[in-house]
């Protein structure tokens, strides 16, 4: 066995109540207790070890590049917890059988219950932060889901959203603390953190660090100003209210500063934001607590300020202070748990939590009754019960702090009012339940609670008991384990004892108790004073929070999106502008240029037709027709410049595409409206003029910042190996088809995905089909005219021999299978304005999507093909022969490679037009092609 | 030369994003064009502008940058697919939806502005 086993047993104990609830509630019930049961035999049997100073570590790596592993621990601390959520867990669930209507989804509950209980553990038993930070967050997810159990209650899921929202906001702090940590100790091992106490207190980002951890731990502890939602919790089923409020959820904040009291402890900061937070839940829970008249609310607010004792207790940076911390953990949990199981019981047997209605109950249930007796005196402090053992050593600490200055008086009269107030509201819950006179208006009559009910009730009480009189053989060596791993060093002298002799701790417990008596005698004065205040309700303030954020949110979110795509445009476009523009503001400029080149009286005529070109088709934009023919001057002068620039393939392809490009929009425009009407409103003309100046401003800048740079270009190696590698002089094609043939292979591939996908859209389109222009005038009858069938019949040939011609000297002159594909797509297309679908279907009779099909698969075998030769994928092979009468010819697996092309390019470019094209006629495209 | 290169290209940017804040998909379509051609032509630039270098291995001593000419011969095919693809889709949409707005109706408030100011007139 080892502790990761605990961890898995747990975890598919989780499925087990899913699993075993078809077998009665009594069997899911037993098959749930099993995981842990078993957990808690192993915890035992390793009990010996750890008290005896020992602390089990246990690592598994996990992604060890990235420093993570997955590491488990058990020392005194972590075994004092693991008793408290294992036990205490284990009363619960079979309390819960017995609370749960029969109708109610037990099996959901416990896996709920046992996921919570998983988590609690691998909180207490983490030895890397990461992972207490994970089990810490699974606890606020699980919690939730327990508070909120009865879903259809309104408080039950306002209560659980906001315990999650202000647990989980904590979490987040505490994930920044943690990081925070593990960046100054530069390990996230519990085990090094532990170790480096001094070095985290001395270092610049402690206060920071500190107040992220202290957040985490006070809105899991509820500690003021976060107490608020710890009493809207307990709109929980009871036991999931007994587990979370007593050893479990709450106390997880409280076990995170005991855990890291070694690093952060000793500090006057520490002091003073612990100390304080703590006196003031301590002070204010219990004073809230006398007015509740819900069981539950009274003990809700009781737990709040008994955790302000605790965490009060752990700020005063006293050895004895912490250990009395330790002790007062585990009397808490025990007599909590009881009181809240009591509470449970008469909830369900008398029907109301009220305790304005119930009265006189000890003559309807003398047995819960003494068992609530007992675990209310030993949250009230009364001797001879554990609860007034830990407070004794509370008040003693009390005492002997200083760290208020003049002030410090002011801990122990505190400590004192606190436990006045604790006598009172124990007293309230005893008295005024129990005896008090006759019961008043209750739904149901009731009785004592079924007998196996009790059991769980029954064995904490007994513990209170033998912990309250034989206090150092209960848990004299289980405390001190535990106090040796929070105080990692030298235990201070303490007793665990009754008796101290007649001390002044004992006559504030005496204090105490009298002054609790004439505080609850004297009740209805104090209702009276206190009815005169306004209650602020913090779910309704919490609730107010809530809307008006997600008001303001929406608002926001309505503001910014209407659902325009034209805003979402614009929208980015401003960004582009923010994130490109603001780094040229910190260009040197001194250090760009080169001169310029001279420029000649053609280029600058050149340049201004094309800038005037694209302005006239910004500003006709709305005569399509116009726009249309600007276009393709802008389009006709980029190849030119192509041209000019010693680039004469790009220029070929330029020119073929732009030819294909226009003819794709004139087809457009037969089927788009022709007219676009006024619309904008000016000031979105001049915002959008802005933003397009914008951009067009900056990659100018951009484009002349990098064009003055002396050039330093990997192209050297192409040119170099062009021919002796790649068989090829065009260094152009044989980049395309050799060195970088893989992306030329993938570019193929989305040039056939889009012609497929285009043919898609174009699939059982249904358009109405204009018979006149903009103007009302009639498309003229003469479809096809004769002249420009017979000449483009007749040019059909030759084109297709210059394709040919240009795709085979590709690989040495201009040209190659894009510029190819793309003239032999015009040569077709051609035929199609001449002659018309209906001409062309019978006597052209090529599949253009196997075409594109059958250009990839070629261009893919051929660079498959290399591999029957053992070289890589897309190896190409080239060589020279000489042939009689011809001369040396060159062959070249290249030349197959663009043959793939070629054909991928015809395909995809005639798919798209010829599809567009048919759609006037009865050969259209349908669904079912 | 170098700045005259650099303004046609900011020009054709300029241009290009203009057209494609409009709300009709046939400028988008133009828009979306020219803002390749001013793509094409920045990338291209990367290589510098050779006036007399050499294409062909052997033909000439300084030879032009053939590797952004790659690029760009593919990124110009590609683009016409690209372009392709727009336009049918608003075709599609045109069947559709029965319009040719970008966003398939009228934005919420320029309608509304529109109307305004023509009442004003």
Same mark, same amino acid.
């Given at each position: 066995?080892?502790?990761?086993?605990?961890?898995?047993?747990?975890?598919?104990?989780?499925?087990?109540?899913?699993?075993?609830?078809?077998?009665?509630?009594?069997?899911?019930?037993?098959?749930?207790?099993?995981?842990?049961?078993?957990?808690?035999?192993?915890?035992?049997?390793?009990?010996?070890?750890?008290?005896?100073?020992?602390?089990?570590?246990?690592?598994?790596?996990?992604?060890?590049?990235?420093?993570?592993?997955?590491?488990?621990?058990?020392?005194?601390?972590?075994?004092?917890?693991?008793?408290?959520?294992?036990?205490?867990?284990?009363?619960?669930?079979?309390?819960?059988?017995?609370?749960?209507?029969?109708?109610?989804?037990?099996?959901?509950?416990?896996?709920?219950?046992?996921?919570?209980?998983?988590?609690?553990?691998?909180?207490?038993?983490?030895?890397?932060?990461?992972?207490?930070?994970?089990?810490?967050?699974?606890?606020?997810?699980?919690?939730?889901?327990?508070?909120?159990?009865?879903?259809?209650?309104?408080?039950?899921?306002?209560?659980?959203?906001?315990?999650?929202?202000?647990?989980?906001?904590?979490?987040?702090?505490?994930?920044?603390?943690?990081?925070?940590?593990?960046?100054?100790?530069?390990?996230?091992?519990?085990?090094?953190?532990?170790?480096?106490?001094?070095?985290?207190?001395?270092?610049?980002?402690?206060?920071?660090?500190?107040?992220?951890?202290?957040?985490?731990?006070?809105?899991?502890?509820?500690?003021?100003?976060?107490?608020?939602?710890?009493?809207?919790?307990?709109?929980?089923?009871?036991?999931?209210?007994?587990?979370?409020?007593?050893?479990?959820?709450?106390?997880?904040?409280?076990?995170?500063?005991?855990?890291?009291?070694?690093?952060?402890?000793?500090?006057?900061?520490?002091?003073?934001?612990?100390?304080?937070?703590?006196?003031?839940?301590?002070?204010?829970?219990?004073?809230?607590?006398?007015?509740?008249?819900?069981?539950?609310?009274?003990?809700?607010?009781?737990?709040?300020?008994?955790?302000?004792?605790?965490?009060?207790?752990?700020?005063?940076?006293?050895?004895?202070?912490?250990?009395?911390?330790?002790?007062?953990?585990?009397?808490?949990?025990?007599?909590?748990?009881?009181?809240?199981?009591?509470?449970?019981?008469?909830?369900?047997?008398?029907?109301?939590?009220?305790?304005?209605?119930?009265?006189?109950?000890?003559?309807?249930?003398?047995?819960?009754?003494?068992?609530?007796?007992?675990?209310?005196?030993?949250?009230?402090?009364?001797?001879?019960?554990?609860?007034?053992?830990?407070?004794?050593?509370?008040?003693?600490?009390?005492?002997?702090?200083?760290?208020?200055?003049?002030?410090?008086?002011?801990?122990?009269?505190?400590?004192?009012?606190?436990?006045?107030?604790?006598?009172?509201?124990?007293?309230?819950?005893?008295?005024?339940?129990?005896?008090?006179?006759?019961?008043?208006?209750?739904?149901?009559?009731?009785?004592?609670?079924?007998?196996?009910?009790?059991?769980?009730?029954?064995?904490?009480?007994?513990?209170?008991?033998?912990?309250?009189?034989?206090?150092?053989?209960?848990?004299?060596?289980?405390?001190?384990?535990?106090?040796?791993?929070?105080?990692?060093?030298?235990?201070?002298?303490?007793?665990?004892?009754?008796?101290?002799?007649?001390?002044?701790?004992?006559?504030?417990?005496?204090?105490?108790?009298?002054?609790?008596?004439?505080?609850?005698?004297?009740?209805?004065?104090?209702?009276?004073?206190?009815?005169?205040?306004?209650?602020?309700?913090?779910?309704?303030?919490?609730?107010?929070?809530?809307?008006?954020?997600?008001?303001?949110?929406?608002?926001?979110?309505?503001?910014?999106?209407?659902?325009?795509?034209?805003?979402?445009?614009?929208?980015?476009?401003?960004?582009?502008?923010?994130?490109?523009?603001?780094?040229?503001?910190?260009?040197?400029?001194?250090?760009?240029?080169?001169?310029?080149?001279?420029?000649?009286?053609?280029?600058?005529?050149?340049?201004?037709?094309?800038?005037?070109?694209?302005?006239?088709?910004?500003?006709?934009?709305?005569?399509?027709?116009?726009?249309?023919?600007?276009?393709?001057?802008?389009?006709?002068?980029?190849?030119?410049?192509?041209?000019?620039?010693?680039?004469?393939?790009?220029?070929?392809?330029?020119?073929?595409?732009?030819?294909?490009?226009?003819?794709?929009?004139?087809?457009?425009?037969?089927?788009?409206?022709?007219?676009?009407?006024?619309?904008?409103?000016?000031?979105?003309?001049?915002?959008?003029?802005?933003?397009?100046?914008?951009?067009?401003?900056?990659?100018?800048?951009?484009?002349?910042?990098?064009?003055?740079?002396?050039?330093?270009?990997?192209?050297?190696?192409?040119?170099?190996?062009?021919?002796?590698?790649?068989?090829?002089?065009?260094?152009?094609?044989?980049?395309?088809?050799?060195?970088?043939?893989?992306?030329?292979?993938?570019?193929?591939?989305?040039?056939?995905?889009?012609?497929?996908?285009?043919?898609?859209?174009?699939?059982?389109?249904?358009?109405?089909?204009?018979?006149?222009?903009?103007?009302?005038?009639?498309?003229?009858?003469?479809?096809?005219?004769?002249?420009?069938?017979?000449?483009?019949?007749?040019?059909?040939?030759?084109?297709?021999?210059?394709?040919?011609?240009?795709?085979?000297?590709?690989?040495?002159?201009?040209?190659?299978?894009?510029?190819?594909?793309?003239?032999?797509?015009?040569?077709?297309?051609?035929?199609?304005?001449?002659?018309?679908?209906?001409?062309?279907?019978?006597?052209?009779?090529?599949?253009?999507?196997?075409?594109?099909?059958?250009?990839?698969?070629?261009?893919?075998?051929?660079?498959?093909?290399?591999?029957?030769?053992?070289?890589?994928?897309?190896?190409?092979?080239?060589?020279?022969?000489?042939?009689?009468?011809?001369?040396?010819?060159?062959?070249?697996?290249?030349?197959?490679?663009?043959?793939?092309?070629?054909?991928?390019?015809?395909?995809?470019?005639?798919?798209?037009?010829?599809?567009?094209?048919?759609?006037?006629?009865?050969?259209?495209?349908?669904?079912?092609? | 030369?170098?700045?005259?290169?650099?303004?046609?290209?900011?020009?054709?940017?300029?241009?290009?994003?203009?057209?494609?804040?409009?709300?009709?998909?046939?400028?988008? *379509? &133009?828009? @979306?064009?020219?803002?390749?051609? #001013?793509?094409?032509?920045?990338?291209?630039?990367? %290589? !510098?502008?050779?006036?007399?270098?050499?294409?062909?291995?052997?033909?000439?001593?300084?030879?032009?940058?053939?590797?952004?000419?790659?690029?760009?011969?593919?990124?110009?095919?590609?683009?016409?697919?690209?372009?392709?693809? *727009? &336009?049918? @889709?608003?075709?599609?949409?045109? #069947?559709?939806?029965?319009?040719?707005?970008?966003? %398939? !109706?009228?934005?919420?408030?320029?309608?509304?502005?529109?109307?305004?100011?023509?009442?004003?007139?």
């Amino acid at each position: 066995m080892s502790l990761f086993w605990v961890s898995a047993i747990m975890l598919l104990g989780v499925f087990v109540p899913l699993l075993t609830e078809r077998f009665g509630r009594v069997a899911n019930t037993l098959f749930t207790m099993l995981a842990p049961a078993v957990s808690l035999v192993y915890i035992i049997t390793l009990l010996p070890a750890v008290l005896s100073g020992t602390v089990i570590v246990e690592t598994l790596e996990w992604i060890p590049p990235a420093g993570l592993t997955l590491s488990l621990h058990l020392d005194g601390l972590a075994l004092m917890f693991t008793l408290l959520i294992l036990g205490i867990g284990l009363l619960i669930i079979l309390y819960a059988r017995y609370y749960l209507s029969d109708k109610e989804a037990a099996g959901r509950f416990y896996a709920y219950l046992i996921l919570f209980m998983t988590a609690m553990l691998s909180i207490v038993l983490s030895n890397n932060v990461l992972q207490l930070w994970m089990a810490w967050e699974v606890t606020s997810i699980s919690s939730f889901l327990l508070i909120s159990f009865w879903s259809a209650k309104s408080e039950s899921r306002k209560g659980a959203r906001m315990a999650l929202t202000v647990t989980g906001a904590g979490g987040l702090a505490l994930l920044a603390g943690l990081l925070l940590i593990a960046d100054v100790v530069g390990s996230y091992d519990l085990g090094v953190i532990l170790a480096s106490g001094d070095m985290l207190r001395a270092h610049e980002l402690y206060p920071v660090i500190l107040t992220l951890v202290l957040l985490g731990a006070f809105t899991k502890s509820a500690q003021f100003p976060f107490h608020f939602w710890l009493p809207h919790a307990m709109a929980a089923p009871t036991p999931v209210s007994a587990y979370l409020h007593s050893a479990t959820m709450v106390k997880a904040g409280i076990f995170l500063l005991a855990r890291f009291y070694p690093v952060l402890a000793g500090t006057e900061m520490w002091f003073l934001t612990v100390t304080t937070a703590g006196l003031i839940t301590l002070v204010l829970g219990a004073y809230v607590a006398l007015f509740k008249h819900d069981l539950k609310g009274l003990l809700a607010y009781s737990t709040v300020s008994h955790l302000g004792l605790i965490v009060l207790l752990l700020g005063m940076n006293t050895d004895l202070a912490a250990v009395a911390a330790l002790f007062h953990i585990m009397n808490h949990a025990v007599f909590k748990a009881s009181l809240f199981m009591a509470a449970g019981i008469i909830d369900h047997e008398a029907g109301t939590r009220d305790m304005r209605k119930l009265n006189g109950l000890w003559r309807f249930m003398p047995h819960t009754a003494s068992l609530a007796m007992v675990a209310a005196a030993s949250m009230a402090g009364v001797p001879l019960f554990n609860g007034f053992l830990s407070k004794e050593m509370f008040f003693a600490e009390s005492l002997h702090q200083e760290a208020y200055g003049f002030l410090s008086w002011m801990i122990p009269v505190l400590a004192t009012l606190a436990g006045i107030f604790a006598v009172a509201y124990s007293l309230r819950f005893v008295h005024d339940v129990f005896f008090n006179g006759e019961p008043n208006e209750l739904p149901k009559t009731p009785h004592e609670p079924p007998r196996y009910m009790k059991i769980p009730v029954e064995i904490l009480v007994a513990l209170c008991l033998l912990v309250g009189i034989f206090p150092a053989f209960m848990v004299g060596s289980l405390l001190e384990s535990a106090a040796g791993a929070v105080l990692q060093g030298e235990l201070p002298y303490y007793s665990l004892a009754i008796w101290h002799g007649f001390n002044l701790p004992l006559v504030m417990s005496i204090i105490a108790i009298l002054g609790g008596i004439i505080v609850y005698a004297y009740r209805s004065q104090l209702y009276r004073f206190q009815a005169q205040f306004r209650e602020g309700d913090a779910k309704e303030i919490f609730e107010g929070a809530v809307q008006s954020i997600v008001k303001g949110a929406t608002h926001i979110h309505d503001k910014i999106n209407n659902d325009s795509l034209q805003r979402y445009v614009a929208v980015l476009l401003v960004f582009t502008i923010l994130i490109t523009g603001i780094p040229l503001i910190h260009l040197n400029t001194a250090a760009l240029h080169s001169p310029d080149q001279p420029v000649s009286f053609v280029e600058i005529v050149a340049g201004i037709i094309l800038c005037v070109s694209a302005i006239a088709t910004m500003i006709f934009h709305r005569k399509r027709m116009i726009a249309l023919i600007t276009l393709s001057v802008v389009g006709l002068i980029v190849s030119v410049a192509f041209a000019r620039f010693s680039a004469p393939d790009l220029a070929l392809t330029q020119l073929a595409v732009e030819v294909v490009t226009v003819i794709l929009l004139m087809l457009a425009l037969f089927f788009l409206p022709q007219k676009t009407p006024a619309e904008s409103s000016p000031s979105r003309v001049v915002r959008d003029i802005g933003i397009a100046a914008a951009i067009g401003g900056i990659v100018a800048t951009i484009n002349y910042a990098f064009i003055s740079q002396p050039v330093s270009s990997i192209s050297g190696f192409f040119l170099a190996n062009s021919k002796v590698g790649g068989g090829g002089t065009n260094a152009v094609n044989v980049i395309l088809v050799d060195f970088r043939g893989l992306d030329t292979l993938g570019e193929i591939l989305v040039l056939g995905i889009a012609a497929f996908g285009i043919f898609k859209l174009l699939a059982g389109v249904r358009l109405a089909m204009p018979t006149a222009n903009e103007k009302g005038v009639p498309w003229a009858e003469d479809r096809h005219p004769p002249i420009l069938a017979m000449i483009s019949q007749a040019l059909l040939p030759l084109a297709l021999l210059v394709s040919f011609y240009i795709f085979l000297r590709g690989h040495n002159m201009p040209g190659g299978g894009f510029i190819a594909g793309l003239i032999t797509s015009v040569a077709l297309i051609q035929q199609y304005i001449a002659h018309g679908v209906d001409w062309i279907k019978p006597r052209i009779k090529l599949d253009y999507q196997s075409l594109i099909a059958w250009g990839v698969l070629i261009a893919t075998f051929t660079g498959i093909g290399s591999w029957l030769y053992g070289r890589p994928f897309m190896t190409t092979w080239f060589d020279y022969f000489d042939l009689p009468f011809i001369g040396e010819i060159e062959l070249a697996s290249a030349l197959i490679f663009d043959l793939g092309v070629y054909l991928t390019v015809v395909g995809a470019t005639l798919l798209i037009l010829a599809n567009l094209g048919k759609l006037t006629s009865v050969h259209r495209p349908t669904a079912e092609d | 030369m170098e700045l005259l290169y650099v303004i046609c290209v900011g020009v054709t940017t300029f241009c290009g994003v203009f057209l494609c804040l409009r709300g009709r998909t046939f400028s988008v *379509v &133009v828009g @979306l064009t020219m803002l390749s051609y #001013a793509v094409n032509l920045f990338l291209f630039s990367s %290589g !510098r502008l050779s006036l007399n270098g050499a294409a062909i291995l052997g033909m000439s001593d300084s030879y032009a940058d053939p590797l952004p000419q790659a690029l760009v011969l593919t990124a110009i095919v590609i683009g016409f697919a690209m372009i392709a693809f *727009v &336009v049918i @889709l608003s075709i599609r949409a045109r #069947a559709d939806l029965g319009n040719d707005l970008v966003d %398939g !109706r009228d934005p919420p408030d320029t309608g509304k502005l529109i109307k305004s100011n023509r009442a004003k007139l």
